[in-house]
């Protein structure tokens, strides 16, 4: 009996003192937050960007550092997150009606969504004392009928990244220009035993990649726009990009279990590239930083990688110089306070997109930041671009996201061989004309 | 008359003043349930009625047609498809598996105990954790590929993952490891409820191992075994953590269930309108089979557990 009063006595006691500290903590927080108090108009800006790792996450934290220390009355709080789980908190963000006062877009269809219901603001004069200092192919991502709503700070081209070792040792003497020679290269890497192609199928959007630039090539830009702007996905051009796919994939020229491969991790397509067995692979600009990230000693095949553009198709309206690709860059909240305008500008500053160019993996947009980029592949994506004659933005972004999902969804089935690509053309116009 | 009544009366007070303190205990939980269970169920409801992309405002009420739509999208009938096989098989094969590994683990075994915490193993770790270890180690040349050949069985590795007429018995391959251990673990307790004394006597009557397992031990599991079954019925219903990391319900659809679909429509399409009413009827068929299931299975054990507390 004895024993167990002392046993409820301690009991008791350890509960006290648990509370004690609690207790102690609590008006510990409780002060903390009311020091923070200053003399100015305390002023906010919630940040949101996907750069989660370095060199980006480090950039934009010293970014945010330098804009605070200019403006002490100004916090601003930093939210990063991985793409995906970017889209859907954002997305939860939005509904409730609290859109983040700055926060990553890529422009396009999903942009244009958030304008249609309010959440983005437009930055048209804010802006204009510094934003005809960007790319104007990038500024147009953020531009609806006029109206500026955020600023680029990274434009990228898809193309192919190859390893120049295994070309050669196919025998392959100049990267491909027409799609034929495509073919045939693949042909001549299949009989020297190399796998030709790396896709990340189940990623969906890497494989779209073919077909959006087949039917670039093939339907030209007008055409492009044209079923961008009437959902006429079905007519004749995409069904042809559709058909040359097919001749690529009927060569079976791709890596084993492609189908389920995302791009990033250890199954990865970026990995089967980092492998060294594995000749090309259709990619944005981010490629070569993917395929280290994914290399045990982090430098990936930087001793071998080269970068070529898609090539043309015969017949086609497409030009060699007809660039799809995309870019990354801020929009600003309905409900953002002023400050936050200035602040992009602060991001957009040619000091800052120096700084982004020599860190790598990122293609400043401001005019004059071009000479920082030394990275090799990134140069000739570089020089791709200002040559370009004209962007088609990623399709899967340019539509709304519904449409860009059954693009995805209908060229994995190509990929699949369970869809022709009449279906493949039927289904995206079908998606696109809400059926 | 009037004696009646106040013996009536004189016999409810007490529930009367038990009242405030009746809906003060009650009213957090419930204020919680209405708040965050009843109100999203009557918001889904709402929003299957629309084509709304979750930004603007809701205008655009187009009735039934969004459950019209559903029913016509082949990739749809073949989540549920999925589900469904999932379900058979579960059934079928991990529940007797289950079973015979309980049976197995009560009796008397050398490292009978380590043996019980090696099966439960599985069910602790995340299903997250879960599906990203096993889809590296069902990737091409893996580590599964690795140990078929190793054992000369090289000729059946498959493209685990990347088949489309393999994925699913991958993915319910991954879910009998993951939850095999939990349905013993119950099974086990259930089997540690029966009293020895009757297999014994059912062993002086003669009876064989066979006889007393189907006559003694199998009627006298029910009740856990039928729980089990309700369970198993539930996660096949909702299976989706396991199959969105795995695989996203790919490759073309081939792994979808009604949950990943459901997820694929309203956070990628953003047709919040359109998944709001997969998830009604999700809600509808997981609704049915409970009430169902409760109502003709787990009837003669809810209403002994009922008697009790009358009593």
Not at chain 1, 69 to 81: D, G, K, L
Not at chain 1, 272 to 294: E, F, H, K, Y
Request: net charge negative.
């Amino acid at each position: 009996m004895g024993k167990e009063n002392e046993h409820v006595r301690y009991t008791l006691k350890r509960l006290f003192m648990l509370l004690a500290v609690l207790a102690l903590v609590a008006t510990a927080c409780g002060s903390d937050s009311e020091d923070t108090t200053t003399t100015e108009a305390p002023i906010t800006i919630r940040w949101w960007h996907i750069q989660n790792s370095d060199p980006g996450l480090t950039t934009w934290q010293n970014v945010a550092d330098e804009f605070m220390a200019a403006h002490p009355n100004v916090t601003i709080e930093i939210t990063v997150q991985e793409n995906e789980a970017f889209k859907s908190t954002l997305q939860t963000n939005l509904q409730a009606g609290d859109p983040p006062d700055l926060f990553q877009s890529w422009g396009g269809g999903g942009l244009a969504e958030q304008v249609d219901a309010g959440f983005v603001q437009d930055i048209t004069e804010a802006s204009a004392s510094w934003i005809d200092n960007l790319s104007a192919a990038g500024n147009s991502l953020f531009n609806i009928d006029g109206v500026q709503y955020g600023a680029p700070f990274n434009l990228g081209a898809v193309g192919f990244f190859y390893n120049t070792a295994l070309f050669e040792e196919a025998g392959i003497a100049a990267p491909p220009a027409t799609w034929e020679e495509l073919l045939t290269d693949v042909q001549l890497l299949k009989d020297a035993g190399i796998t030709p192609i790396s896709v990340a199928a189940g990623d969906k959007w890497p494989a779209m990649f073919w077909w959006a630039y087949l039917a670039v090539r093939i339907a030209g830009a007008d055409g492009v726009a044209q079923a961008v702007a009437d959902g006429s996905w079905d007519a004749e051009p995409f069904v042809k990009a559709g058909e040359e796919l097919k001749r690529l994939i009927d060569m079976d020229p791709f890596q084993p279990g492609f189908l389920a491969a995302p791009w990033d991790g250890a199954e990865g397509s970026a990995s089967t590239m980092n492998g060294r067995d594995t000749a090309m692979v259709l990619m944005g600009q981010w490629a070569p930083g993917t395929i280290r990230s994914n290399s045990a000693d982090g430098t990936g095949i930087d001793d071998v990688i080269g970068w070529f553009p898609f090539p043309v198709v015969e017949g086609g309206a497409g030009v060699a110089t007809d660039v799809f690709g995309g870019g990354d860059g801020f929009v600003v909240g309905i409900n953002a306070p002023p400050e936050t305008v200035d602040f992009l500008g602060y991001i957009s500053s040619l000091d800052v997109a120096n700084r982004l160019g020599e860190s790598g993996g990122t293609l400043p947009v401001v005019k004059g930041s071009e000479g920082s980029v030394t990275d090799p592949q990134m140069v000739a994506v570089v020089e791709y671009l200002a040559a370009g004659t004209y962007m088609q933005l990623y399709l899967d972004q340019v539509t709304p996201p519904a449409v860009g999902a059954a693009i995805n969804d209908a060229v994995q089935e190509l990929f699949a061989g369970v869809s022709t690509p009449e279906q493949v053309a039927g289904k995206i116009a079908a998606a696109a004309r809400g059926e | 008359m009037t004696s009646v009544r106040v013996a009536a009366r004189t016999r409810r007070t007490p529930g009367q003043r038990r009242w405030p303190m009746i809906i003060g205990f009650l009213a957090p939980a419930l204020l919680i349930y209405l708040l965050f269970v009843i109100y999203p169920i009557a918001q889904g409801i709402r929003y299957s009625g629309y084509d709304w992309n979750g930004l603007k405002p809701l205008t655009d009420w187009v009735g039934f047609e969004n459950f019209r739509k559903i029913f016509a999208d082949s990739s749809f009938i073949g989540a549920m498809k999925h589900n469904a096989v999932i379900l058979v098989l579960s059934l079928a094969l991990q529940i007797p598996f289950a079973l015979g590994l309980a049976v197995l683990l009560n009796q008397r075994l050398r490292g009978r105990a380590f043996m019980r915490m090696m099966f439960f193993a599985p069910y602790v770790v995340s299903e997250v954790v879960t599906a990203v270890v096993w889809r590296q180690l069902m990737r091409p040349s893996g580590f599964l590929d690795h140990v078929m050949s190793g054992v000369g069985a090289e000729g059946l590795t498959q493209e685990w993952l990347a088949n489309p007429r393999i994925v699913l018995y991958s993915v319910f391959f991954v879910v009998t490891w993951k939850y095999f251990g939990f349905h013993m673990i119950l099974l086990l307790a259930g089997l540690q409820q029966i009293p020895a004394e009757l297999r014994e006597a059912a062993a002086i009557d003669g009876a064989t191992f066979r006889q007393t397992f189907r006559h003694v031990t199998l009627p006298l599991l029910g009740p856990t075994l039928r729980i089990s079954v309700f369970l198993s019925i539930i996660g096949s219903l909702q299976l989706f953590d396991l199959v969105w990391v795995m695989t996203g319900g790919g490759p073309i659809n081939a792994s979808n269930t009604m949950a990943t679909y459901m997820i694929d429509w309203g956070f990628r399409r953003l047709q919040i309108g359109y998944a709001s009413a997969v998830s009604v009827i999700v809600f509808g068929i997981s609704l049915v089979v409970a009430l169902a299931y409760q109502r003709w299975v787990l009837r003669r054990d809810v209403k002994g557990a009922l008697t009790t507390m009358g009593a």
